[in-house]
């Protein structure tokens, strides 16, 4: 059974995402198998005003969810000390949460400790360690970048595990 499965990063300036296909045989575990489909990141301008990047992340992300049709989405949960920078997030990730909701797609949500315990086995590990499991897993050559969209691909192999 095939199951494509999209990892979000929240952010109002950068929005990372990464997509997998997993195949899962419950008769044959060995036989499972993940692969990346595609990752990439939303972008939004501080120059620009508010609204409109909120807009642009509601438009793109619906063109994201339409072109790659996912089963499940997987998100990060907000964790945040800034307050200032956490409630930013939290306008983008409301946006973000309004979009999957009128795409009736699946979501589930980690934490960043989650996320680094899942694929490091150490919920402390630091991004380069985060980043290269993701790529060790998915068999790249390279670390995906931006980093945003590294970290979509972490929380979309998050779930993964999670099935």
Not at 12 to 19: D, E, M, T, V, W
Request: glycine residues 6%; aromatic residues 6%; negative net charge.
């Amino acid at each position: 059974m095939e199951k494509r499965i999209l990892g979000l990063d929240p952010g109002l300036a950068i929005l990372g995402f990464g997509l997998i296909s997993c195949t899962q045989n419950q008769d044959k575990p060995l036989e499972n198998s993940v692969n990346m489909l595609d990752y990439g990141v939303i972008t939004t301008s501080s120059k620009t005003e508010m609204g409109q990047r909120l807009c642009t992340i509601y438009d793109d992300l619906h063109t994201v969810i339409e072109e790659l049709q996912p089963d499940l989405v997987s998100i990060e949960k907000l964790f945040f000390y800034r307050m200032g920078n956490t409630i930013l997030i939290a306008q983008a990730r409301g946006v973000i949460m309004l979009v999957l909701a009128q795409c009736r797609v699946p979501i589930v949500e980690f934490t960043p400790a989650q996320v680094k315990l899942a694929l490091t086995g150490y919920g402390n590990a630091d991004k380069k360690e985060v980043q290269e499991a993701v790529a060790r897993e998915l068999d790249l050559e390279d670390i995906p970048k931006p980093d945003d969209a590294a970290d979509g691909l972490a929380l979309a192999l998050t779930a993964w595990y999670q099935l």
